[in-house]
């Protein structure tokens, strides 16, 4: 296997070789078809209860590579860090954001969708207030089921909804889960984010059973990969044999290029659309469609 290096920011990328990084055959996903009609969205929690592994990056590059495809795409802040809104340029304050959503239904959905600066690419935004919703939503009716029935009355307007779960297992995740159709799982390649990886998937397994029959794993996304280190590669195939076919083919390498496109509040697909980064990510979105996981 061998690999070309950027010496500008330190990626490799695959230049030749029969295998990719995940030890299957190089395939080469073709680009989707274009769709007749939109609508109802998928809903696909991006979700990990480790921080730094990849989830709201995925989410935001994710989102516009398929929105370049022509998919009507929303992404949903669900994380009160508000990483998502900042990475796409969009006001977070002093406007309706899905703490809002959930805690009032004096608030439509549609009026706290914003566009950003990707033509097909929507976002409901959050901030710091969301940290309290866990607190409030105790107390609530059908507790876990409040994001489903938010995201139910915009599902028509979209082809994938994407959300941007916060780190961590607790009520907001669940409730993200409970919405959600597919889960893909960002990983990092570094040990400790692969310890995790059981405990999230039994997360899964209990809102299947108790909640959410429908839910599927969609994939598991090897993210931060860098194939110069013994490390990286280690990680990365012990994942495939312990999830097989369930570990995407798509690999996204560790760059630079991505906190420089957060400065800018721009996708890396638009910052640098030649850049390999971008070309794995619209690689995703296509192996997502070719999975059947995105329309």
Known sequence: MTYEHDPADGTATLESSDLGPTGR?????????PLRSHGPARIIALCNQKGGVGKTTTTINLGAALADYGRRVLAVDFDPQGALSAGLGVQ????????DLLLSRGIAPADAIQRTGVEGLDVIPANIDLSAAEVHLVTEVAREQILASVLRKVSADYDVILIDCQPSLGLLTVNALTASHGVVIPL?????????????????????????????????????????????????ERVVDAF??????????????????TVAATPITEFAPEHPASRAYRQLARELVDRGAVA
């Not at 083919?249 to 420089?260: G, L, N, S, Y």
């Open 25 to 33: 055959p190089l395939r080469e996903f073709p680009e989707p078809e």
């Open 92 to 99: 977070t304050h002093d406007v309706p954001t899905i703490y």
């Open 188 to 236: 990092e390649c570094e040990y400790f984010a692969l310890r995790g990886v059981a405990l999230l998937i039994e997360t899964i397994d209990k809102v299947r059973d108790r909640l959410n029959p429908a839910i599927t794993l969609d994939g598991i996304l090897a993210t931060m990969y860098d194939a110069r280190t013994l490390h990286s590669r280690e990680v990365l």
């Open 244 to 261: 097989d076919d369930r570990v995407l083919e798509t690999v996204i390498t560790r760059t630079v290029k991505f906190p420089d496109a």
